[in-house]
């Protein structure tokens, strides 16, 4: 099992093609996050959470996923754009639970959404996945916001979908905040099914970058310490696919 505890900054690109997914520590993340801009509005884009609505698509009839959503698109290189809303539609085939569905969520805020904490993120991330993929010209960009909560007696699911590959080309999940909970631990599989890695997302910018083509992800679901008191998992999903059209 490759080593996911990781991994200078410069050996994302290669950790990435050598296994199909990385695991990359805060420290590292904030500095390559630096090169892109920085993180100057993190304490409003992190609070900006708190404002996110029930996602009533679960199929499992669970109201523990909160969410926001925003599109994007860019070239290899130029300004990363906000396309108008749209909604977020996964086949069957890659969500037996929610897919099939076009869902529409509550717009990421545009404040949010065009803030400093988001372009540095959206353009860490062109830059490494052009890197990756340099014969896609054009990108199609999803952004979510996610909560997971757990309350007393339930827990809350990240990945109620199970192991799961995401029907696009590269994903970066990225935690914002972790608050009175336990597990919500990631496992990646391969193709054969075999585990290739586990790890846990626990300090803001801990993150998780997946070759969606080549392995599959879930999370473990979360359980809140303290009953008595809010228990949650913030994360940022950001996904990138190759745009074939004119």
Same mark, same amino acid.
């Given at each position: 099992?490759?080593?996911?505890?990781?991994?200078?900054?410069?050996?994302?690109?290669?950790?990435?093609?050598?296994?199909?997914?990385?695991?990359?520590?805060?420290?590292?993340?904030?500095?390559?996050? !630096?090169?892109?801009?920085?993180?100057?509005?993190?304490?409003?884009?992190?609070?900006?959470?708190?404002?996110?609505?029930?996602?009533?698509?679960? +199929?499992?009839?669970?109201? @523990?996923?909160?969410?926001?959503?925003?599109?994007?698109?860019?070239?290899?290189?130029?300004?990363?754009?906000?396309?108008?809303?749209?909604?977020? @539609?996964?086949?069957?085939? @890659?969500?037996?639970?929610?897919?099939?569905?076009?869902?529409?969520?509550? $717009?990421?805020?545009?404040? /949010?959404? !065009?803030?400093?904490?988001?372009?540095?993120?959206?353009?860490?991330?062109?830059?490494?996945?052009?890197?990756?993929? $340099?014969?896609?010209?054009?990108?199609?960009?999803?952004?979510?916001?996610?909560?997971?909560?757990?309350?007393?007696?339930?827990?809350?699911?990240?990945? $109620?979908?199970?192991?799961?590959?995401?029907? /696009?080309? @590269?994903?970066?999940?990225?935690?914002?905040?972790?608050?009175?909970? /336990?597990?919500?631990?990631?496992?990646? &599989?391969?193709?054969?099914?075999?585990?290739?890695?586990?790890?846990?997302?626990?300090?803001? &910018?801990?993150? +998780? %970058? /997946?070759?969606?083509?080549?392995?599959?992800?879930?999370?473990? $679901?979360?359980? +809140?310490?303290?009953?008595?008191?809010?228990?949650?998992?913030?994360? %940022?999903?950001?996904?990138?696919?190759?745009?074939?059209?004119?």
């Amino acid at each position: 099992m490759p080593d996911t505890a990781l991994i200078p900054d410069q050996s994302l690109q290669a950790s990435l093609m050598r296994d199909g997914f990385v695991f990359v520590h805060a420290d590292a993340m904030r500095r390559a996050l !630096d090169t892109f801009g920085g993180l100057e509005d993190w304490q409003v884009f992190a609070g900006s959470w708190d404002d996110l609505d029930v996602d009533t698509y679960m +199929a499992d009839g669970g109201r @523990y996923r909160r969410r926001r959503h925003a599109v994007y698109a860019c070239g290899i290189s130029g300004a990363i754009v906000r396309a108008p809303a749209r909604p977020h @539609y996964q086949g069957l085939d @890659y969500n037996p639970l929610n897919g099939g569905v076009a869902r529409w969520f509550t $717009p990421v805020d545009a404040s /949010v959404g !065009d803030g400093p904490s988001m372009r540095a993120i959206l353009a860490f991330s062109r830059d490494l996945f052009c890197r990756l993929s $340099p014969g896609t010209a054009r990108w199609a960009i999803e952004v979510h916001q996610f909560r997971i909560e757990a309350r007393p007696g339930t827990e809350g699911r990240p990945t $109620p979908e199970g192991m799961h590959r995401d029907g /696009v080309d @590269y994903v970066l999940v990225l935690l914002v905040n972790r608050r009175n909970i /336990v597990s919500g631990t990631t496992g990646i &599989l391969g193709p054969d099914g075999r585990e290739l890695g586990r790890f846990t997302l626990t300090e803001p &910018l801990d993150a +998780a %970058l /997946v070759d969606d083509a080549r392995v599959s992800h879930g999370v473990t $679901p979360v359980q +809140a310490v303290d009953a008595s008191a809010p228990a949650y998992r913030d994360v %940022l999903v950001v996904t990138f696919k190759s745009d074939t059209q004119k």
